[in-house]
């Protein structure tokens, strides 16, 4: 293909959002393992011959996109109250 990918990690998409105003994180991983967790993907994704680019882990970034049609939510309602 010739492409490449930008590899951000990302803490908000296991955010539950079922009450209050701001989302809770406490099923999140902890930094370590997310931390772990983000550069195997990163290896397992050069290791395949794909460019890589990273993001700067735990860190605020300006990332620019253009994001035409796809969503980054995850929704799950298995959760019930």
């Known amino acids: 293909m010739g492409g490449a990918i930008l590899a951000v990690s990302q803490f908000t998409l296991l955010g539950d959002c079922r009450k209050g105003r701001r989302p809770s994180f406490v099923a999140a991983a902890r930094p370590e393992e997310a931390n772990g967790l983000y550069r195997s993907f990163v290896a397992e994704?050069?290791?395949?011959?794909?460019?890589?680019q990273e993001g700067?882990?735990?860190?605020h970034m300006d990332v620019e996109r253009v994001n035409d049609g796809p969503v980054t939510l995850?929704?799950?309602?298995?959760?019930r109250r």
């Open 45 to 52: 994704v050069a290791g395949q011959g794909v460019v890589v």
């Open 56 to 59: 700067r882990f735990q860190q």
């Open 74 to 79: 995850q929704v799950d309602s298995r959760k």
